[in-house]
């Protein structure tokens, strides 16, 4: 999902090269033949992203209700028919970001969800294997340098990976795929290449991953939801090293785990 310029460069010459830029399309879903949302987002896996979107925001609890699916790439429009819609669209807010988001719900206050168990401890060895596996795996994001990517990962192996302008539509798409493979989840970690937001946090919850894990930094407010909700938030996984933010005891830190 990329294009290609011929742009011109200087660093000190002048020369005509060809860059790789990521592909940015308006995607509208339409819910029992009403629009719903438009988002700004990389046009691949668009069922992936509209049922992961509207799992995470409560307008359905799993797939079972769905009539019909279909997506148009080429005009970026996805049609979704469900026997019920679980609540009507409210306020919107406006999620932080490259590619700018949309939420109804309020990711800040925890809106809908359930603490997590501790049901398995994770090597912080392998989690940091993974994070190198990962990197190497990003498509686009290492061509370009343009969009955000998210994967599920149980502890050896990458089980799906998205790639995306917007970080929260990886992890809709991502949520998407636990949904259509019907995935457990309570042995899995999200890894993403950008912060954790509240609202990144808040969607990995909605479907009980125990552990979401960043190259970078997790914001404040993911942090104090990851507390409150039992997800280990752990972030600045890199040459060696991470930082692990909340329930630590989740995380197998000895010097052979």
């Known amino acids: 999902m990329t294009t290609n310029f011929n742009v011109i460069k200087y660093d000190g010459n002048v020369s005509e090269v060809t860059m790789v ?18 988002l700004m987002a990389t046009p691949k896996n668009l069922r992936g992203l509209s049922l992961g979107f509207l799992y995470a925001e409560g307008f359905i609890d ?3 209700g769905i009539k019909a699916i279909s997506s148009d790439e080429k005009n970026g429009v996805v049609k ?18 490259f590619g700018k988001g949309v939420t109804f719900s309020a990711p800040f206050k925890g809106e809908g969800l359930k603490p997590i168990s501790f049901s398995k401890v994770f090597s912080a060895k392998r989690i940091i294997g993974l994070m ?20 599920l ?3 050896n192996d990458i089980l799906s990976i998205q790639e995306d ?10 949520l998407g795929d636990i949904l259509i493979g019907d995935i457990p989840t309570e042995d899995k970690m999200i890894f993403t290449t950008g912060r954790i937001s509240s609202e990144m946090l808040y969607k990995s919850a909605k479907v009980s991953i125990p552990v979401v894990v960043s190259h970078s930094t997790p914001t404040d407010v993911s942090i104090e939801i990851g507390e409150k909700f039992g997800v ?6 890199r040459a060696g090293k991470m930082y692990v933010y909340t329930h630590p005891k989740r995380i197998g830190m000895d010097k052979n785990g």
């Open 62 to 64: 799993d797939i079972k």
């Open 153 to 155: 990962c149980s502890e």
């Open 132 to 151: 190198v596996k990962f990197l190497r795996s990003t498509e686009i994001h290492r061509s370009t340098g343009g969009v955000h990517c998210s994967a």
């Open 232 to 237: 280990s938030v752990i972030g600045y996984v």
């Open 21 to 38: 830029v990521p592909e940015e399309k308006p995607i509208t879903i339409i819910l029992n033949d009403e629009k719903l949302v438009t």
């Open 165 to 174: 302008i917007g970080r929260h539509n990886t992890i809709d798409k991502v």
């Open 80 to 97: 979704i028919k469900v026997d019920s819609v679980l609540r009507k669209p409210r306020n919107k807010i406006f999620t932080s970001g």
